[in-house]
C-alpha cells in the first residue's frame, strides 16, 4: 500500500502562485515594457537612454512587481467586478509598490537634476505602476475567459 504525500496549504498555495506567475509572464513583453520605461521616466530622468543601465533594470523589475501584482486581482475581473474595485482591493499593496518605486527612483536623482520636483516622480512612479498593474489585471482576466470558454 503506497502512502500519499502530505502537503500543506502553504506548499499548494505557493505551487499555485508559481503557476500563476508563469502563465502570466508568459504574455509579458520585455519591449513593452523597456518603452514603457522611457516614456514614463525619460522626461525625469534624461540619463534614462540607455535601456540596459541598472536604472532602466530597476524598473523593469517593478514593472513586473505591480503586472504580477494586478494579474492576481484579475480573477475577480472575470466574476464582473470593476477594474477599479479590483484596484481598490490591492490598493494597500499598489501604494507599497509605488513608494518603493519612488524611493527608488529618487536615490537616482543626481545633484544635475535636483530640480526635478519630488512630486513629479511621485506622480510618475503612480501612473507606471498604476498602468502594470492595470496591463496584469487585463491580461489575467483576459486568460480567465480564455480558459471558461
Known sequence: MAMAEVLSFSDVKRQKDFELEKNLLKELSLTQIIQSVKACLSPLFPFLQDENGILSEGCIDFAIEAYLLGGRFGVFGYYGESLQRANARSSEE?????????????SW???QYSSVE???IYEASCRFINSWWTEGFLQRKKQCKLRMR
Open 94 to 106: 499598489e501604494e507599497e509598490l509605488t513608494v518603493d518605486f519612488f524611493e527608488y527612483l529618487c
Open 109 to 111: 536623482t543626481h545633484e
Open 118 to 120: 519630488q512630486k513629479e
